[in-house]
């Protein structure tokens, strides 16, 4: 359950404050047509860590992943405001019941996506204790 | 022993944490590259720049398309490397934090 949480608590931050784009969700169909921006989310569970502090290893668990936001819009300048306002929405945020999310980076330029769109990805750094 | 020599004895520490995280990293680059004629994994390049700055790149043109991992709907992306390659740097970031960490505990 603890590795699902932190992706649950982040996405059910976006369903309930997110309002500029429509929103894209891993496994989920998603039509971008008629739409001139939108945001894809995915959730990349990375590494566990036993916080123990006797050192018998029956204390709490961190669980560290990696949060992607896709920013799609339809020139660069507007995929970069996008990218930006991500950022500014999510970073040194606690969703949920206790998921911390580190600040924002982004990874790369705008690149052409596809049907003259331009994608530019948004990492971040997602630690949940159990 | 003598400040000046602790302090050496404590660069030489994170220099040698640095030398190896930075390896590691190039080596899991290249390994998790996905391979179709072979060029994007032969043109990672690591370059030593002095002793605590490393340069690690891939200068191939649609390198950003293949990792930044794969997005439903989108072009781009290899289903070798569904993920990408930035949960691979945030690993070896948070691996660097750790060890850097350890030699002042």
């Known amino acids: 359950m603890s590795i699902a949480q932190a992706k649950i608590d982040i996405e059910q931050y976006f369903i309930d404050t997110w309002t500029q784009t429509p929103i894209a969700f891993d496994g989920v169909a998603f039509n971008h047509s008629g739409v001139n921006d939108w945001i894809s989310l995915k959730y990349v569970p990375i590494q566990n860590d036993s916080y123990a502090m006797d050192g018998n290893l029956n204390g709490r668990i961190k669980y560290n992943g990696q949060f992607q936001v896709f920013c799609y819009a339809e020139n660069v300048p507007l995929t970069y405001a996008l990218a930006d306002d991500v950022i500014s929405f999510l970073s040194s945020r606690i969703v949920g019941i206790g998921t911390s999310v580190k600040v924002g980076q982004p990874r790369g330029n705008a690149i052409d996506a596809d049907n003259n769109f331009y994608e530019m990805l948004v990492t971040f750094e997602v630690d949940f204790y159990a | ?105």
Do not use: C
């Not at chain 2, 400040?3 to 290249?30: A, R």
């Open chain 2, 1 to 105: 022993m003598s400040l000046s020599k602790e302090f050496e004895n404590l660069l030489d520490q994170k220099q040698k944490i640095l030398n190896k995280v930075v390896l590691n990293l190039y080596s899991e680059l290249v390994r998790a590259t996905p391979v179709d004629t072979g060029t994007l994994k032969t043109s990672w390049e690591l370059k030593k720049v002095s002793s605590t700055h490393w340069v690690l790149s891939n200068n191939m043109e649609y390198a950003e398309i293949i990792f930044r991992g794969i997005r439903p709907g989108v072009k781009g992306g290899s289903k070798n490397l569904p993920d990408g390659v930035y949960p691979i740097l945030q690993k070896f970031n948070t691996q660097l934090e750790l060890e850097l960490a350890n030699i002042r505990a």
